[in-house]
């Protein structure tokens, strides 16, 4: 049978978003020779990556996510409102002139202050199947509630989705629970399992050159736009001058601020065992060849430090969402991570000796398969056959 699936991204903040659709586009296209598969996104630098034969996207017209979770237009001289009619419109035009007969919309079930809903319309009308992807976790659940609630979220569940795939396992974590949702919408959750990840076949690169050939510590912070707390704490245990054992390359991030950017690679210049870089599109490669990874929790990295078996330290966000603190004590009590807390969130002094003393055992820890979980890294194959096999929800369409 023919495929023609649409994938939309809404986000435009760091690269999370991006990473889980592109990887389950090409997941979709492997697994059906007769699918063609189009990405919706806002993300800037979509444009940096490879796609796989049948595997295309389109660019949607920029925002910007800030810190404290609003938008504003990439284009000064817009106004957000006017961004989301033009971004709403292109989203409808695709919808009619692609005729997709499968949707996958990625984690927000309007789109962005809603653009999706005319084009939900328009796909429901055409007979498409309609899927809402969630990462494992969100938010808490008094935070989700209320951004459910202003956002109509549970109505626009009952009317336009036939099925919820959440990307991870109901034993770590059940991303609604705490909501009120209906039977109904809970009996079209399905627990695909963690999305693993794979090395490319790719030529070995040579490493920076401080790193030699050796094991070294690999520090990212996904996109870095929040990632400066984590890398000033790794360069001060380094800067502390006790012995680690092994070197450190850092990832800051594309959209890391460019001058915190700066003010790290200085830093950098001045340590015999710490290399900085500010971007890699095949991160994947760099995580295979580490001797353990620090990370800030994210789903993405996450689904890494599974995939390649990696001893990992988590040091998650706190804001403005909880997400990555509830995966990352869920990863601690499972043996899956360990979990270090940054004091910053409490308003305390980041002590350098205990990140020092975090980096020292971080290669010693075991692998995340010592927690042999069953399904936990089965999120391809059962979303591809969900894919395949699952029929539409018959629903009736409100005018």
Request: aromatic share 6%; proline share 6%; glycine share 10%.
């Amino acid at each position: 049978m023919k495929q023609r699936i649409l994938i939309y991204s809404h986000d435009t903040f760091g690269l999370g978003h991006l990473r889980r659709c592109r990887t389950i586009a090409a997941a979709l296209a492997d697994a059906n020779a007769d699918a063609s598969v189009l990405i919706l996104s806002g993300s800037p630098i979509i444009g940096a990556f490879d796609f796989p034969a049948r595997v295309d996207f389109i660019r949607l017209p920029g925002v910007i996510k800030l810190r404290n979770g609003d938008y504003v237009p990439r284009l000064p001289e817009e106004d957000l409102e006017g961004i989301i009619r033009l971004r709403s419109g292109l989203i409808d035009k695709v919808v009619e002139q692609f005729h997709p007969n499968l949707l996958i919309i990625d984690k927000e079930p309007l789109g962005l202050r809603g653009e999706l809903e005319a084009a939900l319309r328009r796909a429901r009308g055409k007979g498409a199947r309609i899927v809402l992807g969630l990462r494992d976790i969100l938010d808490d659940a008094d935070l989700l509630a209320a951004e459910w609630d202003r956002k109509r979220v549970i109505s626009a569940l009952e009317q336009f989705y036939d099925e919820i795939w959440v990307y991870g396992l109901e034993q770590i974590h059940d991303p609604l629970s705490g909501i009120g949702v209906s039977k109904s919408i809970r009996e079209r959750m399905i627990y695909t399992g963690y999305l693993r990840r794979e090395t490319l076949a790719l030529p070995q690169r040579a490493l920076p050159a401080k790193l030699g050939e050796g094991p070294f510590i690999l520090v990212t912070t996904g996109g870095g736009g929040d990632g400066d707390g984590v890398i000033d704490w790794v360069l001060s245990a380094y800067e502390a001058g006790a012995p680690i054992g092994h070197k450190a390359l850092l990832v800051l991030g594309p959209f890391m601020d460019r001058a915190h950017q700066q003010q790290f690679l200085a830093r950098v210049q001045h340590l015999r065992d710490v290399e900085a870089i500010t971007f890699d599109v095949y991160l994947e490669e760099l995580l295979g060849r580490a001797a353990g990874v620090v990370a800030m929790g994210g789903y993405n990295t996450f689904c890494e430090i599974l995939s390649l078996q990696k001893p990992a330290l988590i040091v998650p966000r706190a804001a403005p969402r909880r997400e990555q603190v509830i995966r990352a004590e869920a990863a601690d009590r499972l043996g899956l991570a360990a979990m270090l807390r940054d004091p910053a969130d409490d308003g305390l002094r980041r002590d350098p000796s205990i990140m020092a003393e975090a980096l020292r055992a971080l290669p010693d820890r075991p692998p995340p398969a010592v927690a042999a979980l069953e399904g936990l890294l089965d999120g391809l194959p059962s979303l591809c056959r969900r894919a395949a096999l699952s029929p539409r929800r018959a629903v009736p369409l409100a005018s």
